[in-house]
């Protein structure tokens, strides 16, 4: 399984950025996945996941982020609008297997105020 992400940056309050995530070596189309975030200091938690069943979002990212794929890129996206200082973190990509979670290498998101 081999995860990697793109699409970071510094970012003004308000701002948009787009993260992406290439995956390889599993059967993408059919597996679930996942966006996380880890800011200084603290835990890290779930941002969007992407399941056969639909999408669902942190209550903190719900409206301004959107979660997507592309299963003829292996590509996940997500989309993040009317950014916050508080969503600045390091975002990773997960794909997650029962109790067990793939994570790619993160990307940084800054959002200056």
């Known amino acids: 399984v081999q995860l990697v992400e793109s699409g970071g940056g510094l970012v003004q309050a308000g701002g948009s950025l787009r993260l992406s995530c290439a995956a390889s070596?599993?059967?993408?189309?059919?597996?679930?996945m996942a966006w996380y975030r880890q800011a200084p200091g603290k835990q890290r938690d779930m941002v969007a996941a992407?399941?056969?069943?639909?999408?669902n979002y942190a209550d903190s990212v719900k409206v301004r982020f959107t979660i997507s794929r592309d299963n003829a890129k292996n590509t996940i996206y997500l989309q993040m609008n009317s950014l916050k200082p508080e969503d600045t973190a390091v975002y990773y990509c997960?794909?997650?297997?029962?109790?067990?979670?793939?994570w790619g290498q993160g990307t940084q998101v800054t959002v200056s105020s």
């Open positions: 992407i399941t056969s069943d639909g999408t």
């Open positions: 997960s794909r997650p297997v029962g109790t067990i979670n793939y």
């Open positions: 070596g599993f059967t993408f189309s059919i597996s679930a």
